[in-house]
């Protein structure tokens, strides 16, 4: 156990039974990681198995029911500001301003984190040049393809030298060509500035070529963590996705919902 705004070590994420309940319900189940500064580190779980909860309690998003965060040495429940800016993050929702230019939604984003002007000017074209992007800059970004929102939401993320990037479900709907080149960007920033990665992914072959570790996730409990080596290991299979099925069922959860509400539906028109 660690004591209140003492870390346990150097890891820049630290999680000690975090648990998150809405009413009855229990999201995040008394679970706890951590991630070594530039780790590439994924979150894995089938829907609603807590995942982006527990990305919006370490991003400052939700408080958490009880349990201990630190965050590059801060706690996001009483030291928000300190935690926003050690990370930037590209939801799994688009975010961008779809009335605004490219140069216009990295601006607005640069001011908001205090950028300097100079550094900020510097920066947007260097980012928004990497992602094949600075030719586009003036047009409106609802203009823009779903490969080149998505792009574009990377840049924006970085444009404060985060020490950790989130990236929760950055590649959903993309091209392969386009996933390709996001998760090459996104590689080589954590080798040359040691950017820690926090990511969740559905694409099993993603998790399985970029994340060191990978943590398993499962109503709301982490049931397995490792590397996806060790993780077939332990399933006694051949690839990761066959790991992840042993390990979280083959059940489809989002159609057994839809199902259920559906019925739901159904009954209350009767009535």
Known sequence: MFMENEKINNNIIEVQGLTKKF??????????????????????????AGKTTTIKILTTILQPTSGK???NGSDPRTEQNDVRRAFGIVFQDPSLDDELTALENMEFHGVL???PKEMRQKRIEELLKYVELWDR??????????????????ARGLIHHPKILFLDEPTLGLDPQTRNHIWNYIKGLNQTEK??????????EEADKIAQRIAVIDHGKIVAMGTSAQL?????TNSLEEAFLALTGNIMREEEANSTDRLRMMRRMRH
């Open 137 to 154: 800059r003036n047009e409106l970004v609802k203009k823009f393809s779903g490969g080149m929102k998505r792009r574009l939401e990377v």
């Open 69 to 71: 965060i630190f965050i």
């Open 23 to 48: 009413s009855d319900f229990v999201a995040v189940d008394n679970i706890s990681f951590s991630v070594d500064e530039g780790e590439i580190f994924a979150f894995l779980g089938p829907n609603g």
């Open 232 to 236: 077939k290991e332990k399933t006694k």
């Open 195 to 204: 950017m820690t990665v926090f990511l969740t992914t559905h694409y099993m």
């Open 113 to 115: 984190y205090k950028v």
